[in-house]
């Protein structure tokens, strides 16, 4: 059994910066392709980032492309999310997700593992 584990969340100012971390226990997923989604209070769970098994793939959410990057380190069997100009509009509980595919995925229904969420508050 796959389980992820998000860290590094927490409440930063406006044109701030945190870096999430997803670790991975249970099975390595250095094959499998990975994801950050989040979801705010009364929406509904986006998609955010995307990377292939060997990061060479990566994909943003037009609404972050050019603020974060997504990385993995397979050796660690871990998955970051560096967010920088963080926005009010970013604040939202962020999740780490698994694929059994090694490729990239953009919908939430691509994804077969899924972390608990780390919330991430940014104040303006």
């Known amino acids: 059994q796959v389980q992820l584990v998000e860290s590094g969340g927490g409440l930063v100012q406006a044109g701030g910066s945190l870096r999430l971390s997803c670790a991975a226990s249970g099975r390595t997923l250095s094959n499998n392709g990975m994801g950050w989604f989040r979801q705010a209070p009364g929406k509904e769970r986006e998609f955010v980032a995307t990377?292939?098994?060997?990061?060479?793939?990566?994909y943003y959410a037009d609404s972050v492309k050019g603020r974060f990057i997504i990385s993995r380190d397979n050796a660690k069997n871990t998955v970051y999310l560096q967010m920088n100009s963080l926005k009010a509009e970013d604040t939202a509980v962020y999740y780490c997700?698994?694929?059994?595919?090694?490729?990239?995925?953009?919908?939430?229904?691509?994804?077969?593992?899924w972390g608990q969420g780390t919330q991430v508050t940014v104040s303006s």
């Open positions: 990377i292939s098994w060997s990061g060479g793939t990566t």
């Open positions: 997700a698994a694929r059994r595919q090694s490729g990239i995925g953009i919908t939430k229904y691509e994804y077969d593992y």
